[in-house]
């Protein structure tokens, strides 16, 4: 560790910041005890109007306390449907189930 590093160490700008993000996470807490489905954009926003004075933390290190704290809601996949086998059209049957091909382009 050169002199430079050890000297410029803070250990109170550490602390303050562990605090901080500690409180982020216990505001998120308090916040999806009355709201579950609140997401975390959101969440941030309504961070930083709360408490926009004393240095709060931003958008990504806010997301990545979340995400430590495993405060992230799942968020739904969504697969899309491309087949619907319970249509009332007419389904015309397979004509080449039982067809061995001789070579290629011989069906």
Same mark, same amino acid.
């Given at each position: ?5 050890? @000297?410029? @160490?803070?250990?109170?700008? !550490?602390?303050? =910041?562990?605090?901080?993000?500690? $409180?982020?996470?216990? @505001?998120?807490?308090? *916040? #999806?005890?009355?709201?579950?489905? !609140?997401?975390?954009?959101? +969440? ?6 709360? $408490?926009?004075?004393?240095? &709060?933390?931003? #958008?990504?290190? $806010?997301?990545?306390? +979340? ?8 968020? =739904?996949?969504?697969? &899309? ?7 009332? +059209?007419? *389904? @015309?049957?397979? +004509? *080449?189930?039982?067809? !061995?091909?001789?070579? &290629?382009? #011989?069906?």
């Amino acid at each position: 560790m050169s002199k430079q590093a050890y @000297y410029k @160490y803070d250990e109170g700008r !550490i602390l303050s =910041r562990v605090a901080r993000e500690e $409180f982020a996470a216990e @505001y998120a807490r308090s *916040v #999806r005890a009355k709201d579950r489905g !609140i997401g975390g954009r959101k +969440l941030w926003h309504m961070y930083r109007r709360d $408490f926009s004075g004393g240095a &709060p933390i931003g #958008r990504d290190r $806010f997301e990545e306390v +979340l995400d430590r704290c495993g405060l992230k809601i799942r968020t =739904r996949v969504r697969k &899309p449907r491309t087949t619907d086998s319970s249509h009332g +059209l007419p *389904v @015309y049957p397979n +004509l *080449v189930r039982d067809l !061995i091909p001789e070579g &290629p382009d #011989r069906l």
